[in-house]
């Protein structure tokens, strides 16, 4: 059973700092590219970034661009977001995306929530 579970969010004011994290099992974690989406309340859901099976390649939401990293750890089947400069419009819950490229299936986490709020 494949299981992506994310931890790390919290309510943080503007300007700080937060790091997410996904542990990811039941798939092999190197055949998977990772992206990380979020949805705010009555929004729909976006893409946030996206890393590389082997983590060679990142790319990221011109929104997020330069205030967001993303990385991972074949190792220990893990995926981080090191999220920077926090607005309030970061505000959403965040969801872990694996996609196994060995038969193009998704699989999501049940999200962590992120508030940005003074």
């Known amino acids: 059973q494949v299981q992506l579970v994310e931890s790390g969010g919290d309510l943080v004011q503007p300007g700080d700092s937060l790091r997410l994290s996904c542990a990811v099992s039941g798939v092999p974690f190197s055949g998977c590219a990772i992206a990380w989406y979020r949805q705010a309340p009555g929004k729909l859901r976006e893409w946030v970034a996206t890393?590389?099976?082997?983590?060679?390649?990142?790319d990221y939401a011109d929104s997020v661009k330069g205030r967001f990293t993303i990385s991972r750890d074949n190792a220990e089947k893990q995926a981080d977001l090191q999220m920077t400069n926090l607005e309030p419009e970061d505000t959403a819950t965040y969801y872990c995306?694996?996609?196994?490229?060995?038969?193009?299936?998704?699989?999501w986490g049940q999200g962590t929530q992120v508030t940005v709020s003074s």
């Open positions: 890393i590389s099976p082997a983590g060679t390649m990142t």
């Open positions: 995306n694996a996609k196994f490229i060995g038969n193009s299936k998704d699989y």
